[in-house]
């Protein structure tokens, strides 16, 4: 948002401060002013000019030459524009001119005709950003003037940035309300008088509102015989700094009041409305309308329009219709000055793709009491512009009338609250400055909120930190609280950032997703939706439902990853999930998700495939890590997962989640040629679990351990951990087992596989002996060849 100095002089009277002390104190009372810009900066050494002869150049049929008055001399200029013309009053940059663009103009020929300077544009001034040809001044400019001075560049351009919850900070008014709170000083309010003709707004014009809800307020007004022109100087400058584009004076007028009062404006041309009526409705389904910047779009039942007695004419808030808006022949006007309701504006602006000062003014939360005076307003500007008469009364809707939110303030509490003794005098001159209505009674004081607050001030706490935002955040001392030994720790963070330490020493990279997921990306897992938490107001259609897995969005991180020649993906995210309940709210769950794919290092000079074990082995140092022991049972019924590799995962008897390779028929959905594995466990419910768990110390082991590897042969369908759990249960003195091969191929019959392990070893009183060992494995041999094992030869 910009603002100039000089216009918010206008409101309140800051000639006493410079703009970056303006600026400053709006900073330090949460107004956040971005930059502080000399709005003539880089501009030397231009002039006005007057063209008094205008000839062919003799080398180029694209250029002019042109003898331009400047005051004390005439110059030669050469120019290639084609709004030129003899009489014409332009910008001039003499020779040794400074542009803000980043030029020097310097005494030049072109095609061999000798230029002594250069004829501007509002772009080559610093302007705007782009012109189709040369600014063409009034003619009754003075000659050789400089251009700063007739364009009233010295002038400041504040850009500063507010919160959502701030929309009346987005005008010269409200920045003036801040600084009435902060300097206490008046505020003078422009002019609205303007002169009624001899007929009645309400026999011109006829309105239906058919949903209240959606636009609670609109005043309509009438205006009949203006000459629709383009806007005076000063008005196309100020809209210039501002960012603004100037088209007419009609439209221009009412973009200046909503920069000046906040409140949105729009002027239809009346004889092209339809029944002379205007109707506030829904869309029907399937209308469309042809906006103003020219493009066709087609509405939804859900999308507010104003239309006459045939189509629609504007979408409510956002942006107003091409066949209905004024231009230079317009003669008949009507004015519209309306208030929408936030999330009626966002939704369609959201879904349109659209977004204008107005929508950005609507969504925030406009304020509804200044339609009238925004109004009148525009009228007094239209009528001092474009001449006209202003029809008696007005067409208006405004069934129930603000009413103000009481709330009642305590002085006392925001002592105890804020820790600063700001005094009650001091707090009540804030808020009065601020707009609110303060009433002490006997007891306590009654605040009432100005309609410019109703979306953001809303209980006594609100009121408190506007006392504190004005008093000065600088003038608060800061101290240190009291602490209470009673307050119970939530150590949970803690614990999930270890996780994630964890897990980024073992090679993986965190990633961060939204909570929300779509249709599309569930249904390549064969995932329904309809169970889901659906958002009222998604961010897009991708971005539908509150997701209650992980995993998808992991994959699709690794799918992008593929697709940009990245093959080795190595993934983690912990966040909480979303589960519908019989409850407004949701419950929430910690995950923690997991994506594997690529090669990972086998050695110094060599990699390998990542397999479901690499995958395995990650879940296992996450339980390893919480003190907690895991077992793996096959997992058959998810059908995003191949039925041979894939595995549940049970603490203590409960399932926790799953671990697994994608199924080939996913993969194809995402047309991907290499394997990925995923693993999604109950972060919160390990955690939980690990709070139970006791640390137990042990002496470090005194004796050498025995090591020893085994192999064996079973069918291709047995899982690993029917091996391993029978060798835990068979072997005495076991220290440790570790799986280090799986093989299928050469030497091994057909359905059948090759299991290895590695076995350790070790007593606590003594060294084993070969012959101890060695009666352990034929122990252990023996309980496999039970369950169909057979040592591998």
Known sequence: MKITYRWLNEFIDVSDLSAQEVADILTDVGIEVDSVRYAGENLEKVVTGKIIEISKHPNADRLKICQ????????????GADNVFEGAVVPVALHGAKLPIGVRIKKSKLRGAVSNGMLCSEEELGLTESASGIMILPDDTPIGRDIKEVLNLDDWIIEYEITTNRPDALSVLGIARELRAVLGRQITLPETSYKEGDFEAQEEVSLKVLDGAACPRYEGFVVKGIENRESPLWLKVRLYLVGLRPINAVVDVTNYVMYELGQPLHAFDLRKLAGREVVVRRARKGEKIRTLDGVERELSEEDLVIADSERPVAIAGIIGGEESGTDFSTEELFLESAHFEPMTVRRTSKRLGISTDASYRFERGADIESCEFAGKRALHLIQKLTGGEVAKGKVSFYPKPYTPKVIVFNPERATKLLGVNIPSRKAYDILTGLGFTVKKEREYVVVKVPSWRKYDVGREIDLIEEVVRIFGMKNVVSS???????????????????????????????????????????????????????????????????????????????????????????LFEAAKVFEPTEGELPKEILKLGIVMTGEVPEGLFSKREVDFY?????????????????????????????????????????????????????????????????????????????????????????????????????????????????????????????????YKGKGVPEGKKSVAFSLTFRAPDRTLSDEEVNRVLDAIIEELEKVGAKLRG
């Open 480 to 570: 240190y609280p009291l602490m209470h030994s009673e307050v119970k720790k939530n150590f949970e963070p803690f614990r999930v950032e270890r996780v994630k330490e964890l897990l980024s020493d073992l090679g993986l990279t965190e990633a961060i997703n939204y909570s929300f997921i779509g249709e599309s990306l569930y249904s390549k897992f064969n995932l329904q939706t309809g169970s889901l938490v659906k958002i009222k107001n998604p961010l897009s259609e991708e971005w539908v439902y509150m997701r209650n897995f992980i995993f998808p969005s992991l994959v699709q991180n690794a799918v992008n990853n593929i697709n940009r020649n990245e093959k080795d993906v190595f």
């Open 68 to 79: 331009v008055d400047v005051g004390e001399t005439v110059l030669q200029i050469v120019t």
């Open 614 to 742: 690499d995958l395995k082995g990650v879940i296992e140092e996450v339980l390893s890590f919480l003190r907690l022991k895991g077992e793996f049972e096959r997992e058959e019924e998810k059908d995003y997962l191949h039925p041979g590799q894939s595995a549940r995962v049970k603490v203590k008897g409960e399932t926790v989640g799953f671990l697994g390779k994608l199924h080939p028929d996913v993969l194809e959905r995402f047309d991907v040629k290499q394997d990925i594995y995923v693993a999604e466990v109950e972060l919160g419910k390990l955690l939980e679990m690990a709070k139970e768990e006791r640390i137990e110390f042990k002496q470090i082991p005194k004796f050498p351990p025995v090591m020893r590897d085994i192999a064996v042969i079973v069918d291709e369908d047995v899982p690993v951990a029917q091996i391993e759990g029978v060798i835990e249960r068979a072997a005495k003195y076991l220290y440790k087992v570790e799986l280090f091969d799986v």
